[in-house]
DNA sequence: TCCTGTGAAGCAATTCACAGCT
DNA sequence: AGCTGTGAATTGCTTCACAGGA
């Protein structure tokens, strides 16, 4: 059966969720008040996690650690990936620093930048090493996921780095797609700020009165 | 007609698109040269466009620079809007510093702290003000959006300065949604870079292999 | 001939409604 | 009574196929 790509998106957001409640020390939580921490509704929760399996008990709600548990063993087939950033720039520094994933259990292990300047440098304990040496390092470390923060005109030149190294995943934050090529190759998934500021203008222009 | 948020998603990714071919003075792009920047087909590009009019000529494709301007105001009512970050840690600050936004006509001109430590400093040519001041100097400079990076425990202090401020839309990095009160009021749209490892990680999982 | 714009068809996702368990 | 899990109905989105203009 083909997973809608939005159950994947909203299944995160349940994790995160879980997560949340687990801190707090609560043990049960029903489709109704999860969908209270989130845009969905119970039943789009249910069918989102029926995906997937039987998780629920009937007429009780759902186990928070199970479910978390299980929602885990669904998204991270790793317990820990280890992940790299690509351009040393002030986006990539302040996410190496900033490392927001940790506790979710991505871990930021090192960074890659060109300026020689930069290399041997250190940022939130995290050493810069040199974009030639990308494909070594990253098999050595064990780095299968990458942040790309490069500026736009250095894609071309990064591209084919990538493309010989042993990454499998990258968070695209340059504004351009990756090749075709790469992208068969590699899981990418973009993140584009720039989008997201049109995108809330648009919203607030065509904000529904109510 | 209701259109479609996926439609405004690519929409914003066409208009992209369209300011690259402008800088390289290509004066004319048909729905299928388009498509190749883009992971969508010509005829979900001239649907999507069809919603909001009629922009090309039939047999010759689309005038860049028309399209641009159409697609511009049809996400944009304001040419320049004045955007606000709220939380000057290291994420905020990179994004106060990389602006990358600037060139689409979102300009970063101030940032809000409570730390007094950072009150008054400069990021970037933008000053840090008190979060106290939030109301007065959004309205003064005449801020309309706000990016959110503060640490998730500062949320509850924050949203109810927010909510009495005439700020009308959020970027919400926080790994959290606001409450349904402050959401109804201003538009928000939220960015969890967490929630991407887990969709990578998943995507990673299940590629299909080809 | 080449390309746009668009109804209609087809497909995918969400919501409904309820059976079944506790 | 309260809640899950899920086929069926519905809604919404995308793709198809073609009319019509340059």
Redo the contacts with the bound molecule.
């Keep these: 059966m083909?997973?809608?790509?939005?159950?994947i998106e909203?299944i995160s957001t349940y994790l995160r969720c879980l997560k949340r409640l687990k801190e707090k020390g609560i043990k049960k939580?029903?489709?109704?008040?999860?969908s209270g921490f989130t845009k969905?509704?119970?039943?789009?929760?249910?069918?989102?996690?029926?995906y997937f399996?039987?998780?629920?008990?009937?007429?009780?709600?759902?186990d928070v650690s199970i479910l978390t548990r299980k929602l885990e063993r669904i998204l991270k087939h790793k317990k820990i990936w280890n992940v790299c950033i690509i351009g040393a720039g002030s986006l990539g520094s302040a996410l190496a620093k900033y490392n927001a994933f940790k506790t979710e259990g991505y871990d930021i292990v090192a960074l890659f930048d060109n300026d020689p300047q930069k290399i041997g440098n250190n940022i939130g304990g995290k050493e810069i090493y040199s974009i030639e040496s990308f494909p070594e390092i990253t098999e050595k470390i064990g780095i299968e996921i990458a942040i790309l923060t490069v500026p736009q005109e250095a894609i071309e030149e990064i591209e084919p780095i990538i493309s010989k190294s042993k990454i499998r995943g990258i968070i695209n934050f340059v504004p351009q797609l990756l090749n075709i090529k790469t992208r068969r190759k590699i899981t990418t998934l973009d993140v584009d700020l720039a989008q997201k500021m049109y995108i809330l203008s648009y919203l607030i222009k065509n904000k529904k009165e109510e």
Tied chains: 1, 2.
């Design positions: 083909e997973i809608p790509f939005a159950t909203r939580v029903s489709s109704r008040e999860l969905t509704t119970p039943e789009q929760i249910r069918k989102d996690l029926s399996g039987r998780f629920g008990k009937t007429g009780a709600g759902y």
